[in-house]
């Protein structure tokens, strides 16, 4: 299994080389949350690529805004180096969830599909997911990044048969990775899927066809869907 961490600014300032001296070959790094950038994200995203780690982005999605414009915040922050991992939506909000809250991560992931280029992947945990998700076969075509501590195996929510990144843990040893922090989320991805993303990267970076964009874009505005 491929290692791998997770940081915003709770984390403080993080020792990259470090992290990757110890193991660490990639990381998902906050980007923001309702519609601000996350305040180390400027020096955590550069400096994870001089340290020769694979990134993607993450935004923690809120409900007191519109999805659309977090959506927005996430995507300008990221679009002149989006990453090489899938960006993420974290969805794990507790306070104040509204009756729509799948909906509302479904428009916020179609609209950075359409802006990025690339299908986002979904940050959640087998009881937040059971609670306000969704069973719909859709939500599989999304990449699936599971929360699930002090268990051999993860559970994977329906309809998901299988998840990219796992976080197993929320209390890794930020000293030894590097942070400032005490603790810091730690992530196993399989090395079949690493290679499998990696790949993935260097097709993406070709320009897209015209019936492509044309395709992202209708994907990006289900209203318009008959």
């Known amino acids: 299994m491929i290692t791998g961490m997770d940081v915003s600014a ?3 300032t993080v020792n990259w080389a470090k992290a990757a001296r110890n193991g ?3 990381a998902y790094i906050k980007v923001s949350q309702r519609l601000y950038a996350d305040k180390l994200f400027p020096q955590n995203w550069p400096a994870a690529r001089s340290a020769g780690l694979l990134r993607g982005g993450y935004h923690y999605l809120v409900w007191d805004r519109d999805p659309l414009e977090q959506a927005d915040t996430f995507c300008s922050l990221l679009k002149d180096d989006p990453g090489e ?3 993420a939506a974290d969805f794990e909000e507790r306070s104040g969830v509204p009756a729509d809250a799948a909906d509302r991560l479904k428009r916020f992931l179609q609209a950075v599909e359409y802006r990025l280029g690339v299908k986002p992947a979904v940050y959640t945990s087998p009881d937040f997911w ?3 998700g969704s069973a ?3 939500w599989a075509d999304y990449p699936l990044w599971i929360a699930n501590y002090r268990i051999n195996q993860p559970i994977i929510p329906s309809p998901w048969s299988e998840y990219y990144f796992w976080q197993h843990t ?3 040893d930020g000293g030894y990775y590097g942070c400032a922090s005490r603790g810091v989320d730690m992530n196993l991805c399989s090395e079949e899927t690493f290679a499998r993303l ?3 990267r260097v097709e993406n970076q070709r320009a897209a066809t015209l019936q492509e964009k044309v395709e992202r874009l ?3 505005h289900p209203a318009l869907w008959p």
């Open 10 to 12: 709770w984390q403080g």
């Open 24 to 26: 660490v070959r990639f």
């Open 85 to 87: 991992l899938p960006p």
């Open 130 to 132: 059971k609670n306000y």
């Open 136 to 138: 719909d076969p859709t």
């Open 170 to 172: 929320n209390s890794g």
């Open 198 to 200: 990696t790949a993935a």
């Open 218 to 220: 209708w994907r990006a």
